[in-house]
């Protein structure tokens, strides 16, 4: 069975692999909190409590990570989370493997995708104050008021534009024919060539011009 991830970055109990990145072998200890069922969810009090530009670094390694209809293999990168006016600038780069059907023959491949992905999260609540932080930008990322910060929904749609538009099993991949649908990698099919009537009308027309 595959070693999902169970959803929570939580730092004391290191459940998704994460150790101390760049801190200088410092850990940070978040308080332990019933273990909630969406992914990618990291409890960032602390990280609101520094001072402005205070960062925290993390290495990142999943074997197995769902965001909702988003499935990543082997996501491996480092996590930076800065502390900024509004809230936390969190970046993730590092990569991961996607399952794709290739654009042409529809085997599974899988494709490496490449994460550079940045997002500020801002917290609904004020750390400090308790007070409601109020923001005019609606597209904004919110830490809700408990303070766990989900990154899946913003890392999904970040994966989505990331992942590749054509994926192909082989750039060479001769794809399925179109009358029986047999793979052509495995060799003819035995269909007669198509004679599509625009392909000809194309023809006529280079012709024509060629020859004027
Ligand atoms: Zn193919
Ligand atoms: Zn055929």
């Not at 009090?45 to 988003?70: C, I, K």
């Not at 104050?129 to 830490?143: C, E, K, P, Q, W």
């Not at 009358?179 to 004679?195: E, R």
């Amino acid at each position: 069975m595959d070693n999902i991830c169970c959803g929570i970055i939580d730092l004391a109990s290191k459940v998704c692999n994460i150790t101390s990145g760049l801190l200088g072998g410092k850990r940070l200890k978040f308080p332990r909190e019933p273990r909630p069922r969406t992914l990618m969810r990291l409890n960032v009090l602390r990280e609101l409590q520094q001072p402005l530009g205070a960062t925290s670094t993390y290495d990142v390694a999943e074997s197995v990570l769902r965001l909702a209809d988003v499935r990543l293999e082997g996501l491996s990168g480092l996590l930076r989370l800065l502390r900024t006016d509004r809230g936390l600038l969190i970046s993730l780069a590092g990569s991961a493997l996607m399952r794709e059907e290739c654009a042409r023959c529809l085997k599974e491949v899988k494709c490496e995708v490449r994460i550079d992905f940045e997002e500020e999260y801002i917290p609904i609540i004020d750390p400090r104050t308790g007070a409601r932080v109020r923001v005019s930008d609606l597209d904004v990322f919110r830490i809700g008021p408990d303070f766990v910060m989900d990154l899946a929904e913003g890392l999904r749609q970040y994966v989505l534009m990331a992942e590749p538009a054509k994926p192909l099993c082989d750039s060479a991949c001769a794809g399925l024919c179109p009358t029986c649908g047999a793979d052509l990698n495995a060799g003819p099919c035995g269909c007669p060539p198509l004679n599509d009537e625009r392909w000809r009308t194309l023809a006529g027309l280079k012709n024509d011009r060629e020859g004027s």
